[in-house]
């Protein structure tokens, strides 16, 4: 039971998240990796930025991964976030959790995807032609 | 008491600024910060929502706020 779980301005490094992921006593890896899109509802965006509130983000992804433990027999769980301003294609999040068998890992994997959405204090403004907007912030 | 509360998101904007300082009577509660904060800032009921964080944790309404403790307006999150 091993977790990983770091936020970061540098860009993120899809390899040494599989490199740490990687066990032998796995049988499958399920890795998450979140994209920026260049449009949202018909509306082409520029770039993103993100901003986070880093220890108590921490804190909230731990009690996500702990969860994911609890729920299903997986091995390691890794959560990497970016913070800053993002270009078209940059990635903002990944997530790579790993299984003696596959269903544990993509179902974990969709869950703390899910549950990172909804509970920790990460913050997205998106910058399109004509002005910007923090995601949800408004109903 | 004085209470230094941290702002993220839209938080910020409406605030202008990262913190913003507000005198609390001692044993205030969090939904005492939240009207007092909504008083001087009528955009905040404007937002689908926030919470209120203290020493990194969601806070309930009832809950007592002391003077060093680490309180944050956590507006709707949106990571991923």
Redesign the interface.
Known sequence: MQTQIEIHTAPLNIQACTDWIMSPDSGGIDVFIGTVRNVTKGRAVLKLEFEAYNKMAINEIKKITKQAFEKWPVQKVLVHHRTGTLQIGEIPVIIAVSAAHRAAAFDACRYIIDSLKQTVPIWKKEFFEDGEVWVAAHP | MEITV?A???AK?IFGGATVTVGLTNNATTADLKASLEEKYPKLK???SYMV?VN???AEDSGLIAERDEV?I???????
Not at chain 2, 74 to 80: A, R, Y
């Open positions: 941290l993220f998101g839209i904007d404007h937002l689908a964080a990194n944790e969601y944050a956590i507006p709707p999150v949106s990571g991923g």
